[in-house]
């Protein structure tokens, strides 16, 4: 059974940082790219940063600037460091991993269970 496992979130005040942890746990080939998307109340979820497994990244505009997104392959482990963060960050924060090559050659695409990060003074 492989698995994205979040740890990190929490409340902080307008101008903290927090950081978010993603591990992939279980049995796979292989995992390309992975990432964080984010879902406000009322709001469609939306990619907050991605990372693939040679380094090449993107943000939304949004958290340029502000956020970094970083992993180690061998750990299968994905971290958003998030500064300067703003209430309108406030969301359940959910890793994801598009494409999951498993040992019985299928892909997967896997879901954390989303981490609340809630920024408010």
């Known amino acids: 059974q492989v698995q994205l496992v979040e740890s990190g979130g929490g409340l902080v005040q307008p101008g903290g940082s927090l950081r978010l942890s993603c591990a992939a746990s279980?049995?796979?080939?292989?995992?390309?790219?992975m990432g964080w998307y984010r879902q406000a109340p009322g709001k469609q979820r939306e990619l907050v940063a991605d990372i693939t497994s040679s380094g090449g990244t993107r943000y939304v505009d949004s958290v340029k600037g502000r956020f970094t997104i970083s992993r180690d392959n061998a750990k299968n482990t994905v971290w958003l460091q998030m500064n300067s963060l703003k209430p309108e960050d406030t969301a359940v924060y959910y890793c994801?991993?598009?494409?999951?090559?498993?040992?019985?050659?299928?892909?997967?695409?896997?879901w954390g269970q989303g981490t609340l990060v809630t920024v408010s003074s």
């Open positions: 994801n991993a598009p494409r999951v090559f498993t040992i019985s050659y299928r892909y997967l695409e896997l």
């Open positions: 279980g049995a796979f080939r292989n995992i390309n790219t």
